[in-house]
């Protein structure tokens, strides 16, 4: 069978004259600004859904090789995916992490036959899928096939081969570098579609099957074609076996984290407002939109636990953007809640802009109480509590018992007699004790990720007030 321009779909074994070629300083050249272009691009990687070398450095030059098993009955070199043709393939890959990922993109392996070590592809395509592409309730999360998302294409230093050809070289295999930095994923299975577009001169583009030495099967891929839609990807050669599609996912475990700043103790009077309690910062690595919600307490001067009367009234937050521990804008709030009787109280910031890094500069501030519970309140509550029983004496003549009675009220009322009080002082502390961001955009609108807090808990400096 003779390759042909037009829309095939398999790269079919054929037997081509060997152009075996030198590995030049070039070629090792570009194979380093392929291992910095990935370590700048994409951080870690997070999943490899397959290999392709068979045989390490037994090419030409000390290239490696990605060797079609003919031994074994497989046939095909590569799947057609040029979007001219309507031609895609699809493979699952699975988010492992209970914080998902946020992907910076794909590497993906393609070819043109005879295109030489530069590469001649020009753009990739891709599409993420909740499900099997093209079966019922399977919907895109994101991407299309309209925008080319290609950063840079460069000779992988992998040669696809025929296993009785290995010195052949005119199957270079590029890697594809895609952006993908706009896509978050929680934890779960999700399906990569993608087109790879190229010179229109040469055939393909043709992606490899994921290649194990000795092995026939390798995955459970989809191949869209013209007039047949989805179906498995199988070998047409005698093995007829089920193909993997070899891709890289690039990316970060997702998350946020809250870092408390230091800050000295301050004083404040009853009934300030805006004491600032707590400067922090805040980061996320996620590109969707996010809302905080913070969690706050007041605690004892210690920091050990609840404070035995808060005197705060309400919480603020603000942003302190140069870090220096002061709100700046005192007259803008981001968020603002009461706080309870028991000195806690939540904080939403809606659409909170964290960012990666340092993060985000923010400030909690308290506005105060004018005054704490008066403390004869027992006693008088106590005195009312010996009116009962004194009804119910005096309706029984029990004369004696109510005289005893009697006297009892009146040393709790001595004792209770209000007199100016010595000035109480009140010292205390605000934390965030928890913290949560909620995905406020995109495909997965409400999902929640807690907030890694640095030390548990986020606990800002003692506050000394004077009641």
């Not at 994921?210 to 047949?228: K, M, N, P, S």
């Not at 600032?276 to 007041?298: I, K, R």
């Not at 919480?315 to 007259?331: K, M, Q, R």
């Amino acid at each position: 069978m003779a390759h042909y321009r037009g829309a095939m779909h398999a790269d079919h074994a054929i037997r081509l004259s060997p152009s075996t070629r030198a590995f030049s300083h070039k070629l090792l050249a570009l194979v380093a600004v392929l291992i910095l272009a990935t370590a700048a691009f994409g951080q870690a990687v997070l999943h490899d859904n397959g290999p392709l070398i068979t045989n390490p450095g037994e090419g030409a030059g000390g290239t490696d090789l990605s060797a079609l098993q003919s031994a074994l009955g497989l046939d095909v070199y590569g799947g057609g995916v040029k979007p001219g043709n309507g031609l895609s393939l699809a493979d699952e890959f699975e988010v492992t992490t209970d914080g998902g990922w946020q992907l910076a993109g794909f590497e993906i392996p393609a070819y043109q036959t005879n295109s030489g070590l530069d590469s001649t592809l020009t753009g990739v395509y891709f599409q993420i899928w909740d499900g099997p592409p093209g079966e019922a309730g399977s919907t895109v999360l994101y991407g299309d096939l309209a925008v080319d998302r290609l950063v840079d294409s460069i000779f992988s230093g992998i040669y696809r081969v025929r296993d009785t050809d290995l010195a052949n070289t005119t199957r270079p295999i590029m890697t594809n570098v895609v952006a993908a930095d706009e896509v978050y994923l929680p934890r779960g299975t999700y399906w990569l579609e993608f087109q790879v577009d190229g010179d229109g001169t040469l055939t393909g583009p043709w992606v490899p099957p994921v290649t194990v030495l000795g092995e026939t099967t390798t995955g459970d891929a989809y191949q869209r074609t013209l007039g047949a839609g989805w179906n498995p990807w199988v070998d047409t050669g005698t093995a007829a076996t089920a193909q993997g599609v070899p891709f890289v996912v690039l990316g970060q475990d997702a998350g946020a984290a809250l870092t408390p700043r230091s800050s000295s103790p301050l004083a404040a009077e009853p009934g300030d407002a805006g004491v600032p309690v707590l400067a922090f910062s805040a980061s996320a690595n996620m590109a969707p939109a996010l809302d905080l919600t913070l969690g706050v307490v007041t605690l004892n001067h210690q920091g050990t636990g609840p404070a035995s009367a808060s005197p705060g009234a309400a919480v603020s937050l603000f942003l302190d953007a140069n870090g220096d521990g002061v709100a700046d804008d005192p007259t803008a709030p981001l968020a603002t809640a009461p706080l309870g009787a028991d000195g806690t109280g939540t904080l939403t910031l809606a659409n909170a802009g964290l960012i990666a890094g340092a993060g985000s500069g923010f400030v909690l501030a308290l506005d105060l109480k004018d005054s704490l519970a008066d403390a004869a309140l027992p006693v008088v509550a106590a005195s009312l509590a010996l009116l009962l029983p004194g009804w119910w004496l005096a309706r029984r003549g029990k004369r004696g018992l109510l005289a005893a009675l009697a006297a009892v009220a009146l040393l709790a009322t001595a004792c209770g007699t209000p007199t100016p009080p010595a000035k109480n002082s009140v010292q205390f502390r605000a934390a965030i004790a928890a913290a949560n961001v909620t995905v406020a955009s995109g495909p997965f609108f409400g999902e929640v990720l807690p907030v890694d807090i640095a030390g548990a808990q986020a606990v800002g400096p003692v506050i000394t007030v004077e009641y």
